[in-house]
């Protein structure tokens, strides 16, 4: 698919130019000058006004650039970041291993459509590993849930 | 001592039964990383990390560096098999490299990049040693004007890297906003933390890496499909014939890859590229080039490897990383408690002299490892993506919990995720944003200390000639790639 402007790259720049108001708007509230020295809003705010100038002027590249933008589909990306995120939510609430469990599980069964019986063999073996690696062996607290891991 | 002195205590330190396991590990990784898509050195560096926690910093920046240069030899057997470089300094191996293989010289193609990779790393870890310290010693001169400049320098020069500086700079400002996340480093109030307490510490450089640099980088390249590698690499020893054509080519790109690599606002693929440029534009019959020319191999990948050893000197002695890969290592050697700089040869001595000495063992460990092993390390080629991709995910998520034991800071590297999948998907580079964030607090403490030195006067900046000198060098490395590429297109047109 090709087009004039990429839109995503619109939402990025619009993220960056939101990133600079938000620290132009905060850091103005801030002290920024006293006596010879510098205060703890000076920098921020010089930082977001920069942000905000060198992203206006990418946008403006965009706009007079003279080849199209190519776009890649996005639906299988959202898809993973989806079953990424339900992942990062179920951490809590079920533990560590089965929320990692499911979600590798399902990104290979349902997103990439693999075998279901070598799905599942990687799927245990990868939360195995790495519960084996961060909890058994660095001591590391992972988040626990009713099942006990 | 002298460096030769230095080098032996680095090799005894080195070579310590640990310390040589972390080395082979980091080489045998890196080469796998180099090979596998989805995930490079910079976010393997950083999933890395947690679980360096319990070992010697030495030990850890030993296992990162061989990572490093393992990689770049990794993506060259994706370079020469599949047509796909896996890391940007290997594209131009890919021209003449993947003719070889469809010739059925693949395992030439590889065994020249290997035996040329060893000449250049070892070489340019000699020039490592020998360059380095004096230029540490000069920087130890520096106020916080120099320090300050030299910061910049290293932003400016990595954001001109990249396609599109004006890109990188954002990136860069985006990162040193980041950076600003916290408490104040001067007087000690908290900012930016919009009420909440989990931000107060600002943001991990962690959580940022591996959000940009990993789940960034899986979002961007879920659909690539399988591979299909040519498996059948033939021999790997050159013969006379062809090692007459590439001995040569190895050196020059040697010499070339060192002196970019060096330079702030180069990297390995600028290397890379002169070096094919030069060989085929001395070559007696160019044609040969892009038809399957062994100089074509032999020059880029000696060059890529010794800017890899070049790219090492202004971090050890400046703390300025020449790569994105050297930023990341950067924060490591932050994250372990280690100021990069001038002063690292005087109060880590010992640390980074075996990180020298490693590199040798590491380079020669690349070698022995890739004359035999390289059809072995061809069919990890045949793996789908499909396969690694879930589990990165998954190794991210455990690696960024695991760092504070904290569930936010897995919906954090999410959001920045996302960020890093735009700006792969953009060809925004985030290694700017990762240099911004690492060294964002020493250039607004050294900034803030120059202007109350110079009661408010930005002139101390032009007043001190070596403030002076990086500021020019900063503003070149902004203003001449996009000068070059105007004149480019107005020849073009011409």
Known sequence: MQGRIAIGELVLAAFFVALGLLWVWTAARMPLWQGFAPQSGFMPLWYGITLIGLTAAVVVNLFIGKEPTKEEPIGKPLLVLAAFAAGIAGLEPMGFGPAMFLMLLFMFVFIERLSIIPSLLVSVTTTAVLFLIFRTWLKVTLPIGPLGF | MGPLADLMQGFMTAATPMNLLMCFAGVLLGQIIGVLPGIGPSAAIALLLPLTYGASPTGAIIMFAGLYYGAQYGGTLTSVLINVPGESSSV?????????????????????????????????????????????????????????????????????????????????????????????????????????????????????????????????????????????????????????????????????????????????????FVSYIVEKKIAKDPSRFGRGAIEGVAGPEASNNAASAGAMVPMFALGVPGSGTTAVMLGALIMFGLRPGPEMFTTNSALV??????????????????????????????????????????????????????VEDAWVMLGFGVVGWLMKRYDWPAAPMVLGLVLGPLFENTLRQSLTLSHGSGMIFLSRPIAAILLLIALLAVLVPPALEMIRQRRALA
């Not at chain 2, 065994?111 to 060893?118: E, R, Y």
């Not at chain 2, 310290?133 to 004007?145: D, I, N, R, S, T």
């Not at chain 2, 020298?356 to 890739?370: E, Q, V």
């Open chain 2, 92 to 272: 131009m191996t890919s021209i003449d490299g993947y003719k070889m293989a469809t010739q059925g010289r693949g395992g030439v193609a590889l065994g020249i990049a290997a035996i040329g990779s060893f000449i250049a790393g070892t070489f340019g870890t000699v020039g490592l040693m020998l360059l380095a310290p004096p230029l540490a010693k000069v920087a130890l001169a520096f106020g916080p004007p120099e320090y300050c400049m030299l910061v910049l320098l290293g932003l400016t020069a990595l954001a001109a890297v990249g396609g599109s500086v004006l890109k990188g700079l954002a990136a860069g400002v985006a990162g040193l906003l980041l950076g600003t996340i916290g408490i104040d480093p001067q007087i000690g109030v908290p900012r930016f933390y919009f009420g909440q307490s989990w931000l107060l510490d600002g943001v991990d450089f962690i959580i940022l890496t591996v959000a940009l640099f990993g789940i960034g980088e899986v979002l961007a390249s879920c659909y690539t499909s399988k591979a299909d590698p040519i498996l059948n690499v033939g021999r790997v020893v050159p013969n006379r014939e062809e090692w007459g054509h590439a001995w040569k080519a190895i050196l020059r790109g040697t010499g070339i890859g060192f002196i970019i690599g060096v330079l702030p606002a180069a990297g390995a693929t600028i290397a890379s």
């Open chain 2, 353 to 406: 002299w075996a990180v020298i000495a490693s590199m040798y063992i590491g380079n020669f460990l690349l070698l022995i490892m890739n004359l035999p092993l390289a059809g072995l390390f061809a069919r990890l080629l045949q793996i789908r993506y499909s396969w690694i991709y879930p589990p990165i995910l998954a190794i991210c998520v455990t690696g960024v919990i695991s760092h504070a034991n904290n």
